[in-house]
């Protein structure tokens, strides 16, 4: 026999696509079926601010202008629009 709660899930994904509310659905599909994981720990690290400037640091590093001069040219015409 089904627990009450399969049932409910199930009977509120069958009234969701029977009404035709994707949003309801997909709400409803997602609290069953999909987990949420979280990254806790990168390289040592679970302060969400350190791991943000590792992040930061990474991607300065990884993505380097290989002009320096044009680059700078399309910062300041960026930051002027």
């Given at each position: 026999?089904?627990?009450?709660a399969v049932v409910s899930y199930s009977n509120d994904l069958h009234?969701?696509?029977?009404?035709?509310?994707?949003a309801v659905f997909w709400k409803c599909w997602r609290s069953i079926f999909e987990?949420?994981?979280?990254c806790v720990?990168?390289?040592?690290?679970?302060n969400?601010?350190?791991?943000?400037?590792?992040?930061a640091c990474h991607f300065s590093y990884a993505y380097?202008?290989?002009?320096?001069?044009?680059?700078?040219f399309l910062r300041k015409?960026?930051?002027l629009l």
């Open positions: 026999m089904p627990n009450a009234d969701a696509l029977l009404c035709k509310n994707g987990t949420v994981s979280k720990e990168v390289e040592q690290c679970c969400a601010n350190n791991i943000a400037n590792k992040f380097k202008a290989n002009d320096e001069q044009q680059a700078e015409e960026y930051v």
